[in-house]
């Protein structure tokens, strides 16, 4: 039986967000208060490539803080690979921590598809 899922993506798992920052090859996520143009916000800060301001990750709230005007102090793509590998990071964790087994394939339009084997050892 197959089921295809969407996830929204709140940012909480400090370890998800970790592996994430992994997987797309960037610097590990710091906890700190950072400026941001007008503001300031305190959480885990992601420094993707060439953005002006860190990107802040609430994670007691799911809340994601940046300032990327409108991308030209940022390539909002970048935020969105970010998104998504939390969501396969995240997915892949709580699969396993359920037991289950878990593949991963990229797929030519650049999303992720997971496939979990229920009761798996993977």
Request: with cysteine; net charge negative.
């Amino acid at each position: 039986m197959s089921h295809i899922v969407t996830i929204e993506t709140e940012i909480r798992d400090p370890v998800a967000l970790r592996r994430s920052c992994q997987r797309l090859g960037l610097a590990e996520p710091v906890h700190r208060t950072a400026k941001l143009f007008s503001s300031e916000a305190t959480g885990y800060c992601v420094e993707l490539p060439a953005w002006r301001y860190p990107v802040v990750c609430q994670v007691e709230t799911g809340v994601v803080h940046y300032d990327n005007y409108g991308g030209r102090w940022g390539d909002q793509a970048q935020l969105d690979q970010l998104k998504q590998a939390y969501s396969a990071e995240k997915s892949i964790i709580e699969a396993r921590r359920q037991g289950h087994s878990v593949t991963e394939q990229t797929l030519a339009d650049g999303s992720i598809r997971l496939t979990i084997e229920l009761g798996g050892d993977a």
